[in-house]
């Protein structure tokens, strides 16, 4: 009974810290310093990685306010969409804190 609380804990936590993670690379690149030529280049939305990577908006919405769990082939779809590697995405994983966790279930609980 213990393994599966673990578990459960454990999942909510891979899907809040992957949420995070995308959000945050989404939010470098609303921040990239561009020129006019890399406008339509640099994904800056829910819509624009939907279109890019040929997945539901819905899909793409859920994932990125922790709400369902990517799968793995998603997951890689959205990171090229948005112009990055599984590299990029796990640099910034691992880089996320137990308080970052906090303050993103506290942010998605003042939303609902």
Sequence with gaps: ???CNVKKI???NIKLKTALSLRRL???NKNYPHN???V???VKSYGKISDEGDIR???VSNILNAK???KSTTLILILEAMGFSLT???KTYYSISESDIVAFKKFLLSRE
Excluded: G, H, R
Aim: net charge negative.
């Design 1 to 3: 009974m213990v393994n």
């Design 10 to 12: 454990s999942e909510e």
């Design 26 to 28: 989404l939010e470098s």
């Design 36 to 38: 006019e030529n890399d």
């Design 40 to 42: 339509d280049i640099i």
């Design 57 to 59: 908006k819905a899909t």
């Design 68 to 70: 369902s769990v990517a």
């Design 88 to 90: 990029d995405f796990a």
